[in-house]
């Protein structure tokens, strides 16, 4: 399977996933707005995720899936379903202990990253119902990172759908039922996070017997010690440390930034997330996607000696982020009103809320080719395990995050938070890629001059129309018309993209190059 193609059905499910995600936000806008339930609520989901992304998704994925592959081609697949085996013991055990501790300190935790919420109590309830989440999907993790490695790449893309269908079950259906009982219909939303966790380690168990790689939890001291010694759990533990410090610099960043926002005022965290949730569609979809491909087969070229190769697949992924994800960049600046207008303008969701979180979406929009460059660069580096030089870069991101905050936030509110991200990501991508070409890591393909002028050239053209497109249509008075307002947005997004892509095509540009990438 080539590398496109790969990261092709990945994107399509990742898609998949997001849609239903925005169906998922856009039914938690109409419902609750911007509101003190919402900010207590995005808090709280915010803290299983941060240790989520700390220990599963972050430093154990990028420790683990170069030690996995690295045993399956060294050492073959017996030596690997041990290592399987000893890795889901100590995670397992380690998330149980975990989880006990994240519910009996959520008033902590809660104080640590929101202080200033008007529903803190609401949030120290919401947390409590769902921080075992993060065990669930630690363990969801573990399994991704298998069936990447045997280049299994559908499920592990796929399964995010199922938290969205039980998110838009829970504030469809379980929310106006809460109320009918009076209780408080935000904790639907909780009811339905535990069930999408449940779900989504469900689904992976088929996947993985059918590779033969269902990994045994051993609950005997004695096998549970001799895991603890296994060369590849020692070798992979040794790579968590440093990774665990560089993948806790970006959570550290997001807690301080979550703190801040609940202090601008009611509302603030949820525009934030609103607009998040729009980012996380280019990032997912093509940085994340190609991430997901790409990790495995450095690690490869690597472990085969193959410095070409691997300077070729980066060379690959940077070119291909630069193709999709400037325009997508441009039109997050330009375009922003018609998208969330259109997303989440709809009930209690407010006009007001839509000119809020437009700011925080141009914001981050302005760090998008960094967002997702890192998906591409930090791997470079990933599978040579070499976690240190990504950490250390990403120290002086944070530091330069915060430093932006305090002259961003006093003068655009919650707007300067997304901006300080923006451009601290930018930084980071920019450093990791002159450390690889500097270590001969990376070496750029010819062309590149050509290449950047072709994809700038069609990206101002695809601007300046979605800037007309901006101006010329009253996106918020629309609302009365949602059919229509649709319909508009379709057709410009559809009208633009393929301007674009014929504009590349009639400048010599030819996309079906990446397609010998295999």
Not at 279 to 299: H, K, N
Not at 368 to 377: A, E, R, T
């Amino acid at each position: 399977m080539n590398l496109l193609k790969s990261a092709s059905i990945v994107s399509l499910l990742t898609l998949a996933s997001r849609v239903t995600g925005l169906v998922r936000e856009q039914l938690v806008a109409a419902t609750f707005g911007a509101s003190a339930a919402t900010d207590a609520f995005n808090v709280a989901f915010r803290l299983p995720n941060l240790f989520r992304r700390l220990f599963a998704e972050g430093a154990f994925s990028q420790a683990f899936v170069p030690v996995l592959a690295a045993t399956r081609t060294q050492e073959g697949d017996a030596a690997t379903k041990a290592l399987v085996d000893a890795v889901a013991t100590l995670l397992a055990w380690a998330l149980v202990g975990l989880c006990v501790v994240g519910v009996a300190g959520a008033p902590v935790l809660v104080w640590l990253i929101g202080s200033g919420l008007e529903r803190f109590d609401t949030a120290v309830l919401l947390t409590r119902l769902m921080f075992p989440y993060i065990g669930f999907m630690s363990l969801v993790a573990l399994a991704a990172g298998i069936l990447n490695t045997w280049k299994r790449f559908a499920v592990p893309a796929a399964t995010p759908v199922l938290l969205n269908l039980c998110f838009i079950a829970a504030a469809w259906w379980g929310a106006p039922a809460f109320e009918r009982r009076d209780w408080d219909p935000i904790l639907a939303l909780a009811a339905g996070v535990m069930a999408g966790g449940l779900l989504q380690l469900a689904v992976q168990v088929p996947a993985l017997a059918r590779l033969g790689l269902l990994p045994r939890v051993s609950l005997l001291p004695g096998r549970i010690a001799a895991a603890w010694r296994h060369p590849g759990v020692v070798r992979v533990l040794r790579q968590m440390a440093p990774a665990l410090l560089g993948v806790s610099v970006a959570q550290v960043s997001l807690v301080i930034n979550t703190q801040i926002a609940s202090h601008v005022g009611v509302g603030a965290v949820s525009w934030l997330t609103y607009a998040d949730r729009l980012m996380e569609f280019p990032t997912a979809l093509l940085g994340v996607a190609l991430g997901v491909v790409l990790l495995p087969q450095l690690s490869a070229a690597r472990a085969g000696s193959d410095a070409e190769a691997y300077s070729g697949l980066l060379d690959w992924g940077l070119r291909l982020v630069l193709v999709l994800a400037l325009p997508c960049a441009i039109a997050l600046l330009v375009f922003p009103e018609a998208l969330i207008a259109v997303l989440f303008h709809y009930g209690a969701f407010s006009a007001r809320d839509v000119a809020m979180t437009v700011m925080a979406l141009q914001g981050y929009g302005f760090g998008l080719l960094g967002l997702i460059g890192l998906k591409i660069l930090a791997p470079g580096f990933y599978a040579r395990e070499d976690v240190k030089t990504p950490m250390k870069v990403a120290v002086v991101a944070l530091v330069l995050t915060q430093a932006m905050n305090l002259v961003f936030v006093p003068w655009l509110g919650h707007a300067g938070l997304a901006l300080s991200i923006g451009v601290a990501a930018l930084f980071n991508a920019a450093t990791l890629l002159v450390l690889l070409r500097r270590r001969g890591l990376y070496t750029p393909a010819p062309g590149w001059g050509g290449f950047a002028l072709r994809v700038g050239a069609a990206s101002a053209v695809l601007g300046g129309l979605l800037a007309v497109a901006a101006q010329r249509i009253d996106w918020i008075a629309l609302q009365a018309h949602a059919g229509q307002r649709a319909g508009v947005i379709a057709a410009v997004l559809g009208g633009v993209a393929l301007v674009y892509f014929v504009q590349l095509h009639l400048s010599g540009l030819r996309l079906a190059a990446f397609l010998r990438r295999g």
